[in-house]
């Protein structure tokens, strides 16, 4: 009934919110145990909550929570999967953050109430759709040369401790196949005063497999220029080792 009354509640209050983005955002806190998270945080952080921002993360899977410009919390929203993905995203990033040319955080895993709870390291950046448009533009080249090489490293790697976790174990990476993050142009971020890529975040979605698609399904711009670009430099790092 509690429930129930939440619900209704929280329909009404959304329904004044024009903006479906902040609409969303709205809901997902109403809807969620938001004071017992942050008093986890607390304990767990061990130091006062002075700065905290609150994101919704993809298809509205997860709720984050960021403290203080330090960590990062993710807090699972309605998915009976979620702590078998939280394990697999910690053994595939302790498994390939060594192996990459690009900075990944590690994974920290707690448990909050029966629920797996992933801690990340904050960094500061800029993801490509957040970086003003003419100056992501005239750095398409240099981004994508840096997100080409981290692809191809990746992809290359077949770690023994997480063959299991591919569709067949003795499958062998090969041309735009092998193990992918997941995707490449929300996902990275960028230092824009030096336009350095500084880390390769939220490997929830990686896997092992086909990865050509990651270059065709975004069509905006800069989006598309910089897929276009990645495509470029990753076939010539790839074409050089045969």
């Keep these: ?52 921002k609150t994101f919704i993360g993809y298809q509205a899977r997860n709720l ?28 595939v ?31 500061d950046g800029y993801q490509l759709r957040q970086i003003p448009l003419d100056i992501a533009m005239a750095n398409i080249d240099t981004l994508a040369s840096q997100v080409a090489r981290f692809m191809y490293v990746i992809g290359c790697a077949d770690p023994a401790e997480i063959r299991d976790l591919k569709p067949t174990p003795d499958d062998a990476p090969g041309y735009m196949y092998g193990w992918t993050q997941g995707d490449i142009t929300d996902n990275f971020l960028v230092d824009i005063r030096t336009m350095r890529v500084v880390a390769m975040i939220d490997w929830e979605d990686c896997r092992f497999g086909d990865f050509s698609q990651l270059l065709t399904q975004d069509r905006r711009s800069p989006q598309r220029e910089f897929t276009a670009a990645v495509q470029r430099e990753y076939d010539k790092l790839y074409h050089r080792k045969k």
């Design 1 to 52: 009934m509690a429930g129930s009354v939440r619900r209704f509640f929280t329909n009404i209050i959304c329904g004044c919110v024009y903006n479906k983005d902040k609409r969303k955002h709205l809901r997902v806190l109403l809807n969620s145990p938001v004071a017992s998270y942050l008093r986890f945080i607390r304990k767990n952080s061990g130091e006062p909550l002075r700065k905290v």
């Design 93 to 123: 990033v302790s498994a390939l953050a060594p192996l990459s040319p690009i900075y990944v955080p590690p994974v920290h895993v707690y448990e909050h109430r029966g629920q797996l709870v992933r801690r990340y390291e904050y960094i």
């Design 64 to 91: 984050l929570i960021s403290v203080n410009d330090k960590y990062i919390y993710k807090f699972p929203l309605r998915r009976s999967d979620s702590n078998k993905l939280t394990m697999c995203e910690q053994r």
